[in-house]
């Protein structure tokens, strides 16, 4: 069984720009690991998942219940699992991935009414640790940010590359459940909470690098040795 670290937070929140940072940095102190995203867009996995978020089933999150929506995720998990870093996580091996079961968590979860939420959450890992058998996270880092900030970074984002947003992109009241639901599902599973914020000032990505690098540090590099 290996180390397996997961970069979480809603859309806009920084994760990918924390992701590149941590990998640059595991590589340049020398540390084995695989880099892992998900949803694997690429991959015939993700199917569910693309149509899905594309609005075939219905043009608003709420349209697939959160049950019926995880489903779509953990399988295409399970594939990425299975065919590419399975095997080097169970011989050991540090796996660092840009989201994981932890977004259905928030992101599945923030449908539910916060009374709701622990009883998904318990189900969640049931279902994807226990029944599927993915691995559950050592540590998870999850970007605490004001929605506000998040949307206006994802639409910085999105006329930079003019990708087009999803269903779940375009609901800025659904964002505001995520991030709440995020910060219930880390307090039920005992994530790591990155502060995105200090004082109501937006933190610098170097700064908060460094924070996620001493967490990462910690588990990865033991005595200075990269394993
Ligand atoms: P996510 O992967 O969570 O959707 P990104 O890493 O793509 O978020 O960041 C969203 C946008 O915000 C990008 O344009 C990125 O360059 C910018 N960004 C990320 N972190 C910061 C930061 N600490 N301060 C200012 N802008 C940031």
Known sequence: MGTMIV?????????????SLLCDRLAREGAEFMRVSFPAYGEPSSALVRMYLDGQFGSAPDAVNPYAASTFFAVDRFASYKRLWGDFYDRGGTVVTDRYTTSNAIHQGAKLPHGRRAG????????????????????????????????????????????????????????????????????YYGWRKVRCCDGGQPRGADDIHTEIWSECGKLILRGGAAV
Not at 7 to 19: A, H, P, R, V
Not at 143 to 169: K, N, Q
């Open 7 to 19: 970069l979480e937070g809603i859309d806009g929140s920084g994760k990918s720009t924390q992701f």
């Open 120 to 187: 998904f959450f318990g189900w969640l890992s049931e279902f994807e640790f226990n029944l599927m058998g993915l691995p559950a996270p050592d540590l998870v880092l999850y970007m605490d940010i004001p929605a506000e900030l998040a949307a206006e970074r994802r639409r910085g984002r999105e006329s930079a590359t003019g990708a087009v947003p999803d269903i779940h992109e375009r609901d800025l009241s659904y964002l505001e459940e995520c991030r709440e639901c995020g910060l219930d599902a880390a307090e």
